[in-house]
């Protein structure tokens, strides 16, 4: 699976204006999201952009919960990443 980072400048140009987002501190992107939508500026409430911000949030906390379970689990045999992704393992 690849990620791409700028997604979604690419995907609003109209409110990020091709700019990628840079940060002074470290944030979640629930965090970001919900700075967004509590602005002012009412652009980044449209439902795409709404449903958009969701869709990546989930998706943050889901892997994050992968990794802590990842990070818990013990093992007796050691499993390799190349392993875990192919589905006949």
Do not use: W
């Amino acid at each position: 699976m690849t990620i791409d980072i700028c997604a979604e400048e690419l995907s609003f140009p109209s409110m990020h204006c091709g700019q990628k987002r840079s940060l002074k501190i470290k944030l979640s992107y629930t965090d970001i999201a919900k700075s967004e939508i509590r602005r002012y500026d009412r652009r980044a409430c449209k439902p795409t952009k709404v449903l958009y911000m969701f869709k990546k949030s989930f998706n943050e906390i889901v892997r994050n919960a992968v990794q802590v379970c990842l990070r818990k689990h013990q093992s007796s045999s050691n499993i390799t990443a190349e392993q875990a992704r192919n589905p006949q393992f």
